[in-house]
């Protein structure tokens, strides 16, 4: 079928100025910095209040002010080109048509904060997979959950303990269409052999070129208990979380068979969706390819990528619930039970369950670990199906999409010192070399304004918190609002979990507060980040942290800040003056935010774990630790690191005022980390490795086919 969307209203917009509808529905205009500022110059304070979303600013507006816009020369310059060069961006024919078409599943995606369906690190991978998806032109579709009830919108209370509270989506608010049906109505389709029935709605979110598909369960037709499947993500609720994965997966692909969609290669983003295969491998069946042959054609053009070193992070079932859903399913395959339960057996583990990542590996011929020492943990960790199934866990370390989180003013002098052409290659090494040319006063300068415009947030959020009527005045206190722009920053953002120790730095307090309120060389710390809901040890750690922020010893140098998200932590990745990461070895599996920083020259300082090992030339930032990770040794590494190289560093400064010595590693980190952390890099690797491949072997069966 077609693909009619039911664009959201805009009341009040006139018809001349139609194109600001179309570019706000496509989040294209969250990674161009000149959209962005079109929309600024409308009301720039109303931009900011509504969070920079376009739809709800637009919502907002009144005859009045759209008739202001109207009579306002330059703004209607400034709008015409911008809507000429979203027209020209979606128009452009692919220089990709040659590869197989892709469906991209995942369980969260982070593409806009007006759109929360997101918890962290994976899903702000896979929304920077979509956008350079785009960019690349490549024919991509994307199928995750619409969740009407957000992520966790983290509130501490006076004790310090995180408190979830629901972030509702303000569906009208939001960029998103629904996806109608042949009569006009929004699409409803029931999710196939699943007893009792399921049902979703179609929505749609344009990422440029790219379309998202999200599934939403939240709906009339379903039961209470049904209709909570898409409610939130990552429920606790191991049953319904199940039901969760059966949707998305088996849903998923229901819908591109429905919407018409002729995918050729199926990628899966961790284990949460891999029932796709299953419903992949009935479609083939359904063709006509008896069972052998369907799992073999299921696996050739399967690519699974797996982002957790850790077998307890991996989903597990009993065998008993799967196949109770599936039951209707395994009789529609024409297969015993034990087979379907096979393929979610860890041979290594095998009485725990059905294994989600196990049945991925299985399924999938091409599998990636994130970064190459993540490659090393997995095959470790997954040996014994590897050696069954003859195969191998390839390297694809991610990268970050860099015009969504370089800083605005830095990718125009990019423009200036590289070429305008730089983002159309912007994987390549030598084409960076020319940013060490840039000039060390707009470097500083530019950094300086990135810390200012960071400390002004954080304090407009604890204002706005202030005049909520918070009980305690600590909170607001902790919050930050004695930062200091003069004083070198460490930033620290990231999810509040046990492993990445955000709580190593406070291990000694007394040798902290020292280094801290040094008389003439302070530091300050952020931190930020959410704990998952089940998660007390994460929650207790950022009760820690919270308290020492209002411990009047550390003179308020110390902040946690409420409510991580795609906001603050664009303004983090480029105000911060230092980024610290100490995961424990080898639990780290990339991680992306240290490149975020690095492309904005924030220097990074980490234990070699995840990108690090690849990224640090020891001129880019620093590396510190033990392997095994000792908390003890660690932290005693990095208080020396802080107080003999890293903050003298800062300090030290030439008879401008200018760190020079700083300034040299900021443009290091920029020229190094840029091209091959880059989400270009990371994505024509997925072609060089698997994309292509699976052409080849379309391109084969289609030539044994054909031969006489």
Not at 648 to 675: C, H, N
Request: glycine share 6%; aromatic share 12%; proline share 5%.
């Amino acid at each position: 079928m077609n693909d009619p969307t039911a664009s959201v209203e805009i009341p009040n917009l006139p018809p001349q100025l139609a194109g600001l509808q179309k570019i706000a529905l496509n989040l294209w205009w969250s990674w161009n910095a000149r959209a962005q500022n079109l929309f600024r110059s409308i009301e720039a304070y109303l931009w900011q209040e509504c969070g920079h979303n376009p739809i709800k600013l637009l919502r907002m507006l009144d005859k009045e002010h759209y008739e202001k816009l109207l009579g306002n020369e330059a703004f209607l310059q400034e709008y015409h080109y911008v809507y000429a060069l979203f027209r020209r961006y979606m128009e452009q024919k692919s220089d990709c048509s040659d590869i197989p078409p892709i469906a991209y599943f995942c369980a969260e995606y982070g593409l806009h904060r007006s759109l929360p369906i997101y918890s962290g690190g994976l899903g702000f991978l896979a929304g920077d997979i979509l956008k350079e998806a785009s960019d690349m032109n490549l024919p991509m579709v994307g199928i995750g959950f619409m969740y009407p009830g957000g992520y966790v919108h983290q509130v501490l209370d006076s004790s310090g303990w995180q408190q979830g509270q629901s972030e509702q989506i303000i569906k009208e608010e939001a960029p998103i269409e629904k996806v109608l049906d042949e009569k006009g109505e929004h699409l409803l389709l029931q999710v196939p052999l699943i007893d009792p029935p399921v049902y979703v709605n179609v929505w749609r979110v344009n990422v440029g070129r790219v379309s998202l598909y999200l599934l939403d369960t939240d709906i009339e037709q379903n039961d209470p208990w049904d209709r909570s499947i898409s409610y939130r993500l990552y429920t606790s609720d191991l049953h319904q979380r199940l039901r969760q994965q059966i949707v998305l997966g088996i849903g998923g692909y229901a819908v591109l068979e429905r919407l018409g969609i002729d995918f050729s290669l199926l990628h899966l983003n961790e284990g949460h969706p891999a029932f796709a295969l299953f419903e992949r491998l009935r479609h083939f069946i359904h063709k006509g390819y008896d069972f052998k042959k369907a799992l073999q054609k299921v696996r050739q053009t399967s690519v699974f990528t797996t982002h957790t070193p850790l077998l307890a992070a991996t989903d597990v079932y009993g065998f008993d619930i799967v196949s109770h859903y599936f039951g209707d399913f395994i009789k529609d395959l024409g297969i015993d039970t034990q087979t379907l339960l096979s393929f979610g057996i860890d041979p290594q583990n095998p009485s725990d369950g059905f294994n989600m990542t196990a049945l991925a590996l299985r399924l999938c011929h091409y599998k990636n670990a994130v970064s190459k020492k993540h490659q090393k943990v997995a095959a470790q960790m997954w040996q014994k199906l590897l050696e069954e199934t003859s195969s191998k866990i390839e390297a694809i370390t991610n990268g970050v999409h860099i015009q969504t989180w370089i800083s605005g003013k830095l990718e125009e002098e990019l423009d200036k010192t590289l070429g305008s052409q730089w983002p159309r290659f912007q994987e390549d090494p030598d084409i960076w070399y020319k940013s060490k040319e840039l000039d060390n006063r707009f470097i500083w300068e530019t950094h300086s304004k990135h810390k200012i415009h960071l400390l002004s947030f954080i304090q407009e959020k604890a204002r706005k918190k202030w005049g909520e009527g918070v009980p305690d005045p600590s909170i607001i206190l902790a919050e930050g609002v004695m930062l200091d722009p003069e004083i070198f920053t460490i930033g620290f953002a990231r999810r509040m979990t046990e492993y990445k120790r955000p709580d190593l730095i406070l291990h000694d307090l007394d040798r902290l507060e020292k280094i801290l309120n040094h008389p003439y060389r302070p530091v300050q710390i952020i931190f930020a980040g959410k704990a998952h809901p089940a998660d007390i040890p994460g929650k207790k750690i950022i009760q820690r942290i919270f308290n020492a922020a209002k411990d009047p010893r550390f003179q308020g140098r110390i902040a946690f800040v409420e409510d991580y998200g795609e906001e603050l932590a664009k303004y983090m990745v480029k105000g911060c003056d230092l980024w610290l990461n100490n995961p424990k070895l080898p639990l780290e599996a990339c991680g992306t935010s240290g490149m975020k920083a690095s492309i904005n020259g924030v220097l990074h300082c980490s234990t070699l774990d995840g990108w690090w090992p690849e990224g640090y030339n020891g001129k880019n930032g620093w590396a510190f630790g033990v392997d095994p990770s000792d908390d003890s040794q660690d932290a005693a590494q990095l208080y020396d690191l802080l107080e003999q190289e890293i903050v003298p560093l800062f300090y030290d400064r030439d008879e401008d005022g200018l760190p020079q010595g700083w300034i040299e590693r900021m443009k290091e980190a920029i020229t190094s980390v840029s091209p091959r952390f880059s989400a270009r890099r990371m994505v024509q690797e997925y072609y060089d490795k698997f994309y292509s491949k699976i052409k080849e072997y379309y391109a084969t069966s289609t030539r044994r086919q054909t031969s006489p």
